[in-house]
């Protein structure tokens, strides 16, 4: 009855394959009234681009043709290449992609506000770019409203013309003028608006709002986001942005990009899944892989403790947490099972693990029975050890248990 009484207190909305569990309120009736989630959410990686804006990182050709060949491996149905148009290298790298035979859709970043809009669509189509991601900017070269306005209208329609999809986007814009260049954009056949927190500066609530303003305007178009990290929000943005209405995410691996980054794939793409229950279509067993061919080439070491993909993720030291996942309650401390990402689970024996739990715990499971005292001269042993090595491995463990106790 106890038992059955703690496992009815805990609220939890588990996979039915086991991969991971979720908080049951995540689902409840008033949290899902407040969003409007689409139907589907697609994945669009911007690794090639904004992870090349990192400080210090440059991909080769070569690179990011192998990192493009693990995107589109793991199932990303999108990715942003580049500038097609103004930065050569990029052009090129359009071009070896179409070689190598990638199916992704492959977006290049447009400017809009470039002195000649038609030169830059011709640059882009000339490398056969699939999409054209025209982004808005106050610039001189559009130094009146008027020429504001007729950018849009213009650059769109010549891009359409040309036979490419065209997505459209600014961010910070009054309410008033976002309107009146959403309809414009519409108006003149555009395919996707993009909705952008280029400084980090929204909260998440505002943007959602934002977003689902653009979605009343523009109605079943889809709507993009894309979000950067200056305050670390970047992730949760860009869930807002979903829940505003929002069918498309631009991420990048590892959370890379200029300044503080932006909303990295790996997490949103797992947010989605267990959060918002949304199936993304992705190889998540591939995400670890693909992240540490991004950190090798972008020589962007992360962080021990970063989400999903950093080597602290599943490596337990606590005592109640060995204890825990040592007699196979793996959801008291995990979220999700290690093997879904590409990681392993590690259990460490430290200052942290020397209560009784932790050794009780490994001892049975390997089939001895120790009295207190095995127990405590156990742990003097690990005391010992760790003064010079801060931690000793589960194997190490392994091996002292078996001399002290026969």
């Not at 003064?387 to 106790?405: D, G, H, S, V, Y």
Request: proline fraction near 3%.
């Amino acid at each position: 009855m106890e038992r059955a009484w703690l496992s009815a207190w805990v609220s939890m909305k588990v996979d039915k394959e086991q991969r991971w569990w979720s908080w049951d309120w995540n689902f409840a009736d008033s949290v899902r009234k407040q969003m409007n989630l689409p139907e589907k959410v697609i994945i669009k990686d911007d690794t090639l681009r904004e992870g090349e804006e990192t400080p210090g990182s440059y991909f080769t050709i070569d690179q990011k043709v192998e990192i493009a060949k693990a995107l589109e491996e793991m199932g990303i149905p999108e990715v942003e290449v580049g500038y097609g148009a103004g930065i050569q290298e990029h052009a090129e790298t359009f071009k070896a992609l179409k070689r190598e035979g990638i199916k992704m859709k492959l977006s290049s970043h447009g400017r809009l506000y470039a002195k000649d809009i038609k030169k830059e669509v011709d640059d882009n189509v000339a490398v056969e770019v699939d999409h054209i991601n025209f982004l808005l900017v106050p610039d001189p070269v559009l130094g009146s409203k008027k020429a504001v306005l007729n950018r849009i209208t213009e650059g769109i329609e010549y891009a359409k013309s040309q036979g490419v999809t065209v997505a459209f986007g600014s961010g910070r814009v009054l309410p008033k003028f976002w309107e009146k260049f959403l309809k414009l954009a519409v108006d003149a056949g555009v395919d996707r608006i993009v909705c952008y927190d280029g400084n980090g500066c929204a909260l998440p609530t505002a943007f959602k709002d934002y977003v689902a303003f653009t979605k009343n305007v523009v109605g079943k178009m889809p709507v993009e986001v894309h979000t950067h990290n200056d305050l670390g929000l970047a992730c949760a943005t860009t869930l807002a942005g979903v829940e505003g209405g929002a069918e498309v995410v631009d991420v990048i691996f590892n959370g890379l990009g200029d300044r503080a980054g932006n909303a990295a794939t790996e997490e949103v793409i797992m947010a989605l899944e267990i959060l918002y229950g949304i199936n993304t279509h992705i190889k998540l067993d591939k995400i670890l892989e693909v992240s540490q061919l991004i950190e090798k080439y972008s020589n962007t070491p992360l962080q021990g403790h970063k989400a999903i993909v950093g080597k602290n993720c599943f490596i337990h030291e606590s005592d109640l947490h060995v204890e825990q996942i040592l007699t196979g309650n793996w959801m008291t401390w995990e979220l999700f099972q290690p093997h879904v990402v590409g990681q392993t689970r590690k259990l460490i024996f430290g200052a942290t693990t020397l209560q009784d739990r932790a050794l009780i715990a490994k001892l049975t499971k390997m089939g001895l029975t120790p009295s207190q005292e095995h127990i405590d001269s156990l742990r003097k042993k690990v005391k010992e050890k760790i003064k010079n090595q801060e931690f000793i491995t589960e194997e190490e463990l392994e091996i002292l248990a078996r001399e002290m106790i026969k």
